[in-house]
Structures are given as C-alpha cells and as structure tokens.
C-alpha cells in the first residue's frame, strides 16, 4: 500500500484563508486548494493509495473541532487517515486520547510553530507519555530561525527522543525545514522517522546525501505537504532527484503503511 505521509486538508469554508497563510508564512504559492476532494484526486493520480491527513489546533478552543474534523474525514473519505491532534494548554486532553483511540486515530500531529508552544517544555512530557504507545507522533520541525529560537527545532525532539526512545516519533522535512545539518547531528540515524516533505526545493545536494547515507531507508516516509506541493510532483522530483530505483521509490511510498499496520 502506497501512502501520502504528509498532507492537510481543511473545511471548505476556511480552505482560501488557509491556503492564504501558507501563502504568507512559508513565502510560496501553494499548488492546491487544500479541499479533500482536490487531494483525493492528486492522490490518486500519484499513484498512491491513501494519505495521512494531518490536523492541528492553533490553540486549546481548536482541539476538540480540530479533533472532530479529523474523524468526519475518517467517516466520509476510506482512502484517508487523519491524524488528530492535542495542546498543552488542552486540560482534558487524556479524554481526548481516549476518544481518539476509540475512535480507530492512530497518530497525532504537533505543530510548535503553529500551536503556540515550545517542543522543549515539561508540560508536554505526560502527553506524550501517555500517547507514545496507541498513536504515531508526527512532528512540525524547524524553518529559518535559530535552533534555540525556534519552538521546534532537531535539538528539542532529540531530548524528547531520549526520554521516550520507544516511541513512534516521525520528524517532518526530512528531519527539520531549514535545519538539516542541525538533524544530521542529532536525529538523522536514530530510531526515528523521517518525511521528505517541504525540503527537495532547499536542501543541497550534499546535504542531502549525507541524509541519505545515514539513515535507514525503512524509516524514510513519502510526504509531499499538500496543498503547498501536489503529490504527483512530488513523487515524480524525489525519484529524479535521489536517483532511485523502482524498488526503492515503492519502499518510501510502502513505509508509511507499516508503520501503521496497514495490510
């Protein structure tokens, strides 16, 4: 099974405004129009067969219709896997992962940039403590700021990494947008996933094969950020780019189906 890693999708109503500030954010023209109807049939022209869909709550009042929609996406669209999402500044957020469990979620996505919070904060360690075992944890990492400054950063998810070294972690953009010596260092190896979403257009060749080189290829996943990327490109720029094989190019597209136990 071939699957999207790394996609979002919004509600019709909020998708332009949304679209808008990715847009605005990231300093790029996003190639979709972030509607689930737009990435199913870019899914399937890529030639996959279904795709994550991460969802995230800018704030606590986000968390439970953040959370809603992901499972309306999982009643109405088979073809997808929407990911939930949590905030630390979410009091009742053990209910939420009860709720989520029961409900056949299995990952979350955290976004520190967008949510509001830093990676490196203690209030976050029971979260994860109690989520490392039902969910996958996909992870937002890095962009242009400084490592320290940034409230993502490799060096954050690397202390995460040694208090839960069991965890199913998946560290976005090949392991940190704009941070990917900073991911060499320290996460790139390890017992961590990686995505290659929102990276080929900016990372340098030798960057890139020092990433490569070191980390195993069962733990790199296909993403292609959708609605800034469309998967079809995505797909067709990381096999040029890496000069993969067709074996290889299906591994990256199959790992994520393992990773969550899909058949």
């Not at 500044?89 to 919070?117: M, S, Y």
């Not at 990433?211 to 490109?233: R, T, V, W």
């Amino acid at each position: 099974m071939y699957l999207d890693f790394h996609t979002h999708a919004f509600h019709p109503k909020i998708a332009a405004k949304a679209v808008e500030h990715l847009n605005s954010h990231y300093g790029i023209t996003c190639q979709c129009t972030g509607i689930m109807d737009d990435l199913i049939r870019r899914v399937k022209k890529a030639g996959l067969d279904k795709m994550v869909v991460l969802c995230a709550a800018t704030s606590a009042a986000q968390v439970i219709p953040a959370n809603n929609f992901a499972l309306s996406l999982k009643a109405a669209h088979p073809d997808a896997i929407p990911f939930g999402t949590i905030h630390p500044d979410f009091d009742d957020w053990e209910n939420q992962l009860t709720r989520l469990k029961a409900r056949g979620i299995k990952g979350l996505k955290l976004h520190p940039d967008f949510q509001g919070f830093r990676l490196d904060e203690k209030r976050l360690l029971p979260i994860i403590e109690a989520a490392q075992k039902d969910f996958v944890i996909l992870f937002h990492i890095g962009d242009k700021l400084e490592p320290k400054d940034n409230p993502s950063c490799p060096y954050k998810l690397a202390a995460l990494l040694e208090n839960f070294p069991n965890a199913r972690f998946v560290a976005a953009h090949f392991g940190g947008y704009h941070h990917w010596q900073h991911a060499l260092e320290v996460l790139i190896g390890k017992n961590i996933y990686i995505d290659t979403s929102s990276t080929l257009d900016f990372i340098d060749d030798m960057t890139l094969s020092a990433i490569m080189k070191k980390h195993p290829h069962e733990k790199i996943l296909f993403g292609s950020d959708y609605p800034l990327y469309s998967p079809d490109k995505e797909v067709t720029k990381l096999k040029k780019r890496l000069k993969l094989s067709l074996p290889k190019l299906e591994m990256f597209l199959s790992n994520g189906a393992e990773l969550l136990g899909l058949e």
